[in-house]
């Protein structure tokens, strides 16, 4: 079977920025890719260049099997766009939205009519369908925008961040509905900021870095590289921390990062925190804080690149605090 | 029997028809994407406020300040002798003040995403500025209509009637659709709503108030005058005036459509220019 989405070398320049630097992409059939990266790493570009928005520098990539330069309008027929910069009409009502695109999909009116109610029913939008898309909720919007790409039945859709900015409730029905395309066999890359959006949702990861692509695999495989938990020391006595940090390292046998009172290992194995604290007691250093926790996508850029996942100055997107997740 | 040759051709469209499988856009598909998206900018109207309130209360009070207040001064023949001679200049001075939300409303959808909502489905890319361009005549037309309602209603009644009334109206769409690429193209140029609203505002003040509009450039110090007389704005307002009141024509006509064509000549290939690179 062709994969849905194959991108060689994709290049794309903008005045004083290189957005993307070289990114190879495939998205198999029927399978969900999660492209994550922080802001600025050319997530939102490349997702242009596969929707048809904007025109490569260099390189070439097919959707459907279909040219995104060459043949713009065959690839259009396949997609779905949802997210951040393809919105719905908030001056509309959420029937006229869905009407609008069905009609200008070459539904007729009566079909056009009857795939936007089948549609809202299924986005839970129906009670809402008469009001302005303005006085709809963060969450309502952002599924109005998901039912608008896919009036025309797309094979492939886009979810370019499709829950940065949404509270945790919100953003767990989001992850419901996207699970339940899933379930109609849509292909999907999905982009997001988030490691554990990644994880719950796709079946294969690439990681994007100021425009080129660092790691790529399964999500699995990602966390096998970069730790699946943090642990976190402070020591009672700040002077210890030297102390703390060697203890650390010794048993996670990952390398040890400091700020000026905690000691950070990535860890895989849950098994390391009796054993620190063993050890720590074995000593007679007194603790203030101990805690294993998920990484942060900042901490998995670290483990990846080496450098921390910068915010790129004049990056298109803009979400601010967005990097550091909540840790549950 | 075989069911395929014994079905008849449907005379009815099915009642669900899918997404359009046509290979590429004909130019009957991009008139009609061209008219869903004006219908699009069409039902903005009814439901923003703010511009019922901008194309109804605009209009109303400009034509009664100005004929009220400034009547009985300017005019020897008092407030509806003034009232005649400024209605035309009024339905000019609104079209041309709403072209600037032509500029604005591309900006602020192309800012919001919306524009690229539409240019990733298989529509004509030029479907979505053919909507806003279309849909903003209407709003112009409407601008119009108004400010010869309110006219009518305090009094002004053009001996030409409606033939002039729709001649008139046509002089002064033809000039909007000119000017309105100037504003398009500033919408695409410029970063923010903000900014397109304040840069196209700006010159509308010297070009509506230095011309024929409120008052006679020959009044006006020779320098002013001078500018008032190659004006577009009083080739059009002088058109109109002439078509509604009687007076010379041809001459005004012919500049107004000169005009036109210059601003279009410019600012219609500048403006797709700048609607393929940004939207």
Redesign the interface.
């Known amino acids: 079977m062709t994969d849905a989405i194959r991108a060689e070398g994709l290049v794309k320049r903008f005045k004083n920025e290189t957005a993307l630097a070289g990114v190879d992409l495939t998205a198999r059939t029927g399978a969900v890719l999660g492209v994550l990266g922080p802001n600025g790493s050319g997530k939102t570009t490349m997702v242009?260049i596969l929707?048809?928005?904007l025109l490569p520098d260099e390189g070439r990539a097919t959707v459907g099997g279909y040219d995104v330069v060459t043949e713009p309008?065959?690839v259009?027929?396949q997609?779905g766009?949802t997210g951040?910069?393809?919105?719905?009409?908030?001056?509309?009502?959420g029937t006229?939205n869905l009407v609008?695109?069905a009609?200008?999909?070459?539904?007729?009116r009566?079909?056009a009519r009857?795939?936007a109610a089948e549609l809202l029913e299924r986005f839970a939008l129906t009670e809402a369908a008469g009001r302005?898309a303005r006085t709809y909720s963060g969450g309502m919007r952002r599924r109005l925008d998901l039912a608008?790409s896919l009036v025309?039945?797309p094979n492939l859709l886009y979810l370019d961040e499709p829950t940065t900015g949404l509270d945790p409730h919100s953003r767990n029905e989001m992850w419901d509905v996207v699970r339940g395309l899933l379930d109609d066999g849509v292909t999907v890359l999905l982009t997001t900021q988030y490691l554990e959006e990644a994880d719950q949702l796709a079946d294969d990861i690439v990681v994007l870095d100021r425009g080129k692509v660092i790691s790529q695999g399964s999500p699995d495989q990602l966390k096998a590289r970069a730790g699946t938990q943090v642990l976190q020391v402070q020591p009672a006595d700040p002077g210890r921390l030297t102390e703390v940090i060697t203890i650390v390292e010794a048993v996670s046998g990952a390398e040890g990062r400091s700020t000026d009172t905690t000691a950070n290992a990535a860890v895989t194995d849950r098994a390391v925190l009796p054993e620190v604290v063993r050890r720590l007691d074995d000593q007679g250093i007194a603790l203030a804080e101990l805690t294993l926790r998920k990484p942060s996508l900042d901490e998995v850029f670290l483990a990846l690149t080496g450098h921390p996942a910068d915010d790129v100055p004049g990056g298109r997107d803009t979400a601010p605090a967005t990097l550091e997740r909540t840790t549950h | 029997m075989n069911a395929a040759t014994t079905t008849e051709r449907p005379t009815a469209?099915?009642?669900?028809?899918?997404?359009?499988?046509?290979?590429?856009?004909t130019p009957a598909a991009t008139v009609q994407?061209g008219a869903?998206?004006t219908?699009?900018s069409l039902?903005?109207i009814k439901?923003?406020p703010e511009e019922i309130l901008g194309l109804t209360f605009m209009p109303i009070m400009f034509a009664g300040l100005f004929v009220f207040v400034f009547g009985n001064s300017m005019s020897d023949g008092g407030w509806q002798s003034y009232r005649d001679f400024i209605i035309p200049g009024i339905a000019a001075q609104s079209v041309i003040f709403a072209t600037v939300g032509t500029g604005v409303t591309l900006n602020t959808d192309i800012e919001?995403?919306?524009f690229?909502?539409?240019?990733?489905?298989?529509?004509a890319r030029s479907?979505p500025l053919i909507g806003a361009i279309l849909g903003d005549m209407v709003r112009y037309v409407l601008t119009v209509a108004m400010v010869l309602i309110v006219g009518f209603a305090i009094g002004f009644r053009p001996e030409s009637g409606l033939v002039g009334l729709v001649a008139a109206t046509a002089v002064v769409m033809l000039f909007a659709f000119g000017l309105c690429w100037l504003s398009a193209f500033m919408g695409l140029l410029l970063r923010t709503p903000m900014a397109v609203n304040i840069f196209g505002s700006i010159w509308m003040f010297p070009l509506t108030f230095a011309s024929s509009t409120f008052v006679n450039p020959e009044n006006m110090p020779s320098w002013m005058s001078a500018f008032a007389t190659v004006n577009p704005v009083t080739h059009v307002v002088d058109t109109m005036r002439g078509l509604l009141l009687g007076g010379p024509v041809a001459e005004p006509l012919l500049w107004t459509a000169g005009w036109t064509l210059v601003l279009t000549a410019i600012f219609f290939p500048l403006a797709t220019r700048a609607y393929r690179k940004r939207a």
């Open positions: 242009r929707s048809t928005l309008h065959q259009r027929r997609i766009l951040q910069y393809a919105s719905v009409d908030e001056e509309l009502t006229q609008l695109i009609r200008l999909f070459g539904f007729s009566p079909g009857a795939r302005a608008a025309g039945r | 469209p099915a009642p669900e028809s899918g997404p359009n499988t046509a290979v590429r856009i994407h869903l998206l219908w699009r039902l903005k439901r923003n919001k995403g919306i690229d909502r539409f240019r990733a489905l298989p529509v479907a």
